[in-house]
Nanobody
Framework: QVQLEESGGGLVQPGGSLTLSCAASGSIFRIITMGWFRQAPGEERELVARIHSGDTTDYPDSMKGRITISNDAANHTVSLQMNSMRPEDTAVYFC??????????????WGQGIQVTVSA
């Protein structure tokens, strides 16, 4: 079994910065992709950023320039640096990963979600 543990959420002022981290642990053979999604009240869950095993990244156009995702492969951890934050960034942020387990089967995993609130 694999677990994803999220950290770093909280309250940030408009224009401020915040870093989220997600650490994967458990029966990991290889991580294929790790990333972050977010979901605001009444909205659908949307991609924030994603990083693949070769360190290639995916950012929606709406996030480019404000967000950087990075990978610490040795510790199975991914970090999301968010800058120039706006009230509309307020949401629950979910870590997401596609991982091969030690039985060589791949699965999709989700973290429990962490609240990020942008407000003065």
């Amino acid at each position: 079994q694999v677990q994803l543990e999220e950290s770093g959420g909280g309250l940030v002022q408009p224009g401020g910065s915040l870093t989220l981290s997600c650490a994967a642990s458990g029966s990991i053979f290889r991580i294929i992709t790790m990333g972050w999604f977010r979901q605001a009240p009444g909205e659908e869950r949307e991609l924030v950023a994603r990083i693949h095993s070769g360190d290639t990244t995916d950012y929606p156009d709406s996030m480019k320039g404000r967000i950087t995702i990075s990978n610490d492969a040795a510790n199975h951890t991914v970090s999301l640096q968010m800058n120039s934050m706006r009230p509309e960034d307020t949401a629950v942020y979910f870590c997401n990963a596609y991982i091969y387990d030690t039985m060589k089967y791949w699965h999709e995993y989700w973290g429990q979600g962490i609240q990020v609130t942008v407000s003065a």
